[in-house]
């Protein structure tokens, strides 16, 4: 079982949802001991935007790019090559100013390429990246589950079902501002739900 942990925390190690999410590998690496686990900060890494420029490498012909072209090709390839490699997606998401983290943003914007990892058909978009979990850890200071404010966990569903990623389980903790009771009581519950996550 290969797991893509993915942290997008700007407080790294210290982020609540660092925590939560490297709490999930422990337990996902329990249940099952021959896995192999690739984890990155985003928060800690300068992740272009996706831009003109690399549109325009991945556009042109691999013979005719520049090197600076070619670099930018070979990092993108890179991002989508390490979620073809996984069959487990983690991410750890805080919810920052009603949003994703930017870091993950840019780092996702890499990931939908047509004839790669989806494709238009006669009957719609169809994802590649098929046979997928995912594992989303949210962390948020106030309360904002299946509310008009919480635009995360619908964008990100919504984006993973594009490339084929229909598995997805959301693991939330809310309320994390709201004083330390309430602080508290969040992150133990959701470590208790991650207790309880086997994988075949």
Request: glycine share 8%; charged share 20%.
């Amino acid at each position: 079982m290969n797991i893509l942990h993915i942290e997008s925390s700007i407080f790294a190690n210290d982020g609540v949802s660092s925590q939560l999410s490297r709490a999930l590998i422990e337990q996902l690496t329990q249940s099952n001991h021959h896995s192999q686990v690739k984890s990155r900060q985003l928060g800690a890494e300068s992740i272009p935007h996706f831009d003109g420029q690399v549109l325009t490498a991945l556009s042109t012909a691999p013979e005719q790019r520049s090197e600076q072209q070619q670099a930018l090709a070979d990092f993108a390839d890179q991002q989508i090559e390490a979620v073809q490699w996984a069959d487990i997606l983690v991410l750890g998401m805080p919810m920052y100013n009603f949003g994703v983290p930017s870091a993950l943003k840019a780092w996702l914007d890499y990931l939908a390429r047509a004839g790669v990892t989806f494709r238009y058909t006669e009957s719609g978009p169809e994802g590649l990246l098929k046979n997928k979990t995912a594992y989303i850890v949210t962390t948020r200071g106030g309360r904002y589950k299946n509310s008009d404010a919480d635009s995360q966990v619908p964008f990100i569903k919504t984006f993973l079902a594009f490339l084929g990623i229909e598995d997805v389980h959301i693991i939330y903790a809310e309320g994390l501002n709201l004083g330390e009771g309430e602080r508290q009581q969040a992150i133990d519950q959701a470590k208790n739900e991650i207790a309880t996550i086997v994988t075949a």
